[in-house]
């Protein structure tokens, strides 16, 4: 007799894990890369803009 092919085998299929990342949704907010960097170097604007304003 052949060998059914699994899915998967080892310590992951064992523990459950497979399952738990199967049934994973995404729920969460999408970000553009575009916007993250975007907002990266308006936010260091900001920063250094107020180093200059408020010296320490």
Known sequence: M?????KSTG???A???IRYFDN???KGPVLK??????SIIVL????S???FIWPV
Request: charged share 20%; proline share 7%.
């Open 2 to 6: 052949p060998a059914k092919s699994k």
């Open 11 to 13: 310590f992951q299929s």
């Open 15 to 17: 523990a459950g894990l």
């Open 24 to 26: 994973e949704v995404d």
């Open 33 to 38: 890369p575009w916007f993250v960097v975007g």
């Open 44 to 47: 260091v604007a900001i920063v």
């Open 49 to 51: 803009l107020a180093k």
